[in-house]
C-alpha cells in the first residue's frame, strides 16, 4: 500500500480521536449536574448520610478532582491525560481510577460481546452461504431457518424470555452475575466452568437475535453472486465444488459481510450496556450506563474515548486488510 | 482502641468542617479529655440532653464509629483517606476480596468481642456482598426465590409480594402479610421550596395538602395498613406516645392536617389568584401551576405517580421527573414538589422539628442543605425550639414546646408528610435462620444488613442446615 495513503489513514484515525475527546468533554459539562452532588444525594437518600456542610464538602471535592479550575484549563489538562491514557480518579467510586474501572470492566466485555459478535458472524456467515448455494445438502440449508425466523429479536426481550424460561422456571442456568457468589476468580478448571456457566444465557441471548441477519445478507449475496460470469467459468472449467464455495463465491460474497462486521463491532457498546444490565455483568456496557447515571465525568471520557479509539483503530485496520481480500482494491 | 482513639474521633468532629457531625460537636461541646485509657471527659457548652442518643449512639444510618488514631493521624488528611482493607477494625469480619462484582468478608479469629465473651462466635463465617450493579429488581427477585440470595436490598410492595408467594422459605418483616416491613426512620413528605413562589404561600401549600388522600394511599399501597402519616418522624414507641399526648392533639384538631377536602383546596386556590382552564387545571397569568413531583424511580416508583394523580384530579398540574437531576432540583430549590423523607427523629421530636429550624433557611439561589430543602424561615418557630433544644424530652415543656411547633408545621404547612418509610426486605431462611422479623426482634428493630446496626442481623444468624 501506498506510504502516503497509509499516512493519510493514521492522521484521519488521529483527528477522529480528537474531535471525539472534545466533544465527550463539553457535552457532560453542558449539563448544569453536579455528579459530587449527586453522588451526596445518592448516599443522603441511601443511607440518611448527613454532612456537616455539604457545601463545603461539595467545594472540597471538587478542588480535589480539578474540577473549580476554569473550564479551557481543564481542558487541556485533559488532552494531556489523554495521551497518557490518565482519566484521573472515578467521582463515584474515588479512590478507584477510571483507568482501573476500564480494566477491571474491559474483559468481561470483549469476553462475551466481541466472541459472540464475531461467533454471530462466522455461523451466521457460513450458513448463509451454505443456504444459498445449490449444491448443499437440504438438511444443512435448513439449519438457517430457525434463525432468520429470530432475526430482530431484541437481546433484552431474547435475554428476559432466557432468564425467566431457563433460568428461572427451570433452574438450568444462573440468573445472572459473572460467576457464582463468593468465588474469588483464580485460573482454575472449577472457575472457568463456573465462569462459562454464567456467560451461556447472556451470549444466547446476542447469538440468538443476530446470527439470523448475517445469514439473510449473506443468502443474498450468495444468490447474486450465482449468476455471476466468473462462477459460472469455474464450473465450466470442472473446478471441484468446494473449490469453488471457498475461492470463487464465499471469498466474493464476504467483502459486504466483513464492512457489515466492523459496523456491528462499532454497536457493540449499545447491546453492551442492555445485556450486561440485564444479567448483572460487570463490564464496559454497566460502567458506562452507571457513570452516565452518576455523571461521573473521568469514567464516561475514559470508555468513550477507548471504544473511540479501538474502532477507529479497528476500521483503519480494516482499510489495511480489505486489499488482502480483495485483490482488486489492491490493484487499484 | 482506647480512650485515646475516641478522643481523636471527637477532635476529628471539632476540628473538620466537612465531617457529619461538625455542626453538633462545635455547637455543643466545649472540650473533650481522656482521663484514663476507658474514660473520656466531655464537657457541654450548654445543656445538651439529646447529644449521647442523636451523636454517639449506632443506630439506622447515624452515629460516630470511633476511628483508629494511629492509622488516620499518619494520613496527610484524614478526612480523604482511602482507608480501603488497610484502616484497622474492631468489627467481626476482615474483607478479604473487593471488585465490582463482589465483597467477601471473613469471619476474624481473633474477634475481641468472642475472646471477651461478649459475643458467641458468629455461624456466619463468610459474608458475600453480591454488586447487583444496574440489574432489574425482577430479576433480584427471581434470584432470591431460586435461593441463589439470602436477603437483598428493600423492595417495593408488589415485588416482595411475589417473592413470597413463590418460595415460601422467604419472609418478611411482617411474615406473610402486609405491609411486609418495619418502619424507617425516613418518613417521606411532598417538601416544597417555601421561598418560591407559588409555594411561598401558605394557603397554597395548604392546598396541596388538601389533595393528599392519605385513606387512598393506604388502601392501594398498603392493603388497608396505616402507613401514610402527617408527621415528619416515624411512629416509634416514645415518638407516637408524644403523637397522642393531649398537646399534640389539641394541635391536630386545630389544623387538621391529614384532613383531604378538594373543595376546601378549591377555595384556598381560587383566594389565592388561581382559577381552573378548561382543563380543570390551576392557571394564573397563562401559566398552570407547576406541581411536577421531583423523585427516585427505584425508591418511589409506587406512590410518586399515586400522587401526581391525586394533584392532578385536584388541578395542580402535575407529573413525575425521575430523572437523574431530581435530587439537584431539590437542592437548588427549583419549582416544584420533592419526594424526600425527613432522617432525623427516633426517640424524640427534636431533631426533626429541627430540620425547619431558620439557621438552616438558605436563601433562593442558593443550595439548600440535605434535609433542608424547605428553606423555611419563622422566628416564631425558631423560638420555640431554642427554647426547647436544653430540655430533655420527658420534661413536660418540651412536649408542650414541641406541640406547639409541630403545630406550626401543620399550620404553615412546611411541608407536606406522606407516608411513613417502610423497609421490605426479603429474608430467605433456605440457608439461614433467626432473621429479625416483628416476633423476633432480639438483635434491634432495624433488619436492614447496610445500616451501622447490620452486623447485628449478620451476627445473629443460624444456620438451617441446608447446603
Known sequence: MNIKIIVKRLLFFVLVVWAASTIVFFIPRLSSRNAIRERFGELARSGGFSPGDIEKLIASMQQQFGLDKPMLEQYWQYLGNIMRLDFGYS????????????????????????????????????????????KAPSWLRGLATPFILLTGVPPVIMGILLLFFIGFRLKWLPLGGAYSAGIVPVWSWSFFLDLMEH???????????SVGGWVLSMRGMGITIQGEDYVNFAEHKGLTGGRIFRDYYLRNALLPQVTGLALALGTVITSAVIVEGLFGLPGIGTALNLAIRANDFPVIYGIVIFITIAIAALMTILEFVYPLLDPRIRAN | MTSKDVVYTFEGQIKYDTLPYHIQFADQVASVTAKDDLTIELKFKAP????????????????????????????????????????????????????????????????WAVKAGRMAEPAVKRVVIVNILNQPMDTVAQRIVNNEFDSSVDMRAQIIGNILQQNPEVQSWTGTESPYGYLDWWPNSLWMNDKLEPYSDPNVR????????????????????AIATIYPFPLYPNLKAFADSPEVKAEEAKYEPGKYDLDESAKLMEGAGWAKNGDGLWEKDGKTFDATIQAFENIHGDIAPILAEMLRQAGFDSNVNFGTDAYQNMVDGKAGLYMFGHGASLFDPFEALNLFHGKY????????????????????????????????????????????ALGIYWRDTIDVPVIQWLHRIPYNNHFWKNWPS???????????FWAHTGMLVITGLQPSGAK
Not at chain 1, 201 to 209: E, H, R, S, Y
Not at chain 2, 49 to 71: C, M, Q, S
Not at chain 2, 81 to 95: K, L, M, Q, T, V
Not at chain 2, 391 to 404: C, E, R, W
Open chain 1, 91 to 134: 467521582l463515584s467510586k474515588y479512590p478507584t481510577t477510571a483507568t482501573e474501572v476500564i480494566a477491571q470492566a474491559l474483559p468481561w466485555t470483549i469476553g462475551l460481546l466481541l466472541v459472540t459478535t464475531v461467533l454471530s458472524f462466522v455461523i451466521g456467515t457460513l450458513l448463509g452461504a451454505v443456504a444459498a448455494w445449490p
Open chain 2, 438 to 448: 416483628s416476633t423476633n426482634v432480639g438483635l434491634g428493630t432495624n433488619g436492614a
Open chain 2, 361 to 404: 433557611s438558605n436563601a433562593i439561589g442558593s443550595s439548600a442543605g440535605n434535609n433542608r430543602f424547605s428553606r423555611y424561615a419563622n422566628p416564631e418557630y425558631d423560638a420555640l425550639l431554642d427554647a426547647i433544644a436544653p430540655l430533655d424530652s420527658s420534661d413536660p415543656k418540651f412536649i408542650s414546646g414541641a406541640a406547639k
Open chain 2, 48 to 111: 445538651s440532653p439529646r447529644f449521647k442518643f442523636e451523636v454517639l449512639t449506632e443506630k439506622f444510618d447515624t452515629g460516630i464509629p470511633i476511628v483508629p488514631a494511629g492509622y488516620l493521624s499518619g494520613q496527610a488528611d484524614p478526612t480523604k483517606a482511602p482507608g480501603r482493607n488497610d484502616i484497622p477494625h474492631s468489627g467481626p469480619y476482615d474483607i478479604v476480596a473487593w471488585n465490582t462484582n463482589q465483597k467477601i468478608y471473613n469471619l476474624r479469629e481473633d474477634w
Open chain 2, 206 to 225: 395548604k392546598a396541596i395538602s388538601l389533595a393528599v388522600n392519605r385513606d387512598q394511599i393506604n388502601e392501594v399501597l398498603y392493603e388497608g395498613a
Open chain 1, 199 to 209: 456467560q451461556i444465557l447472556p451470549a444466547l441471548a446476542l447469538i440468538l437475535g
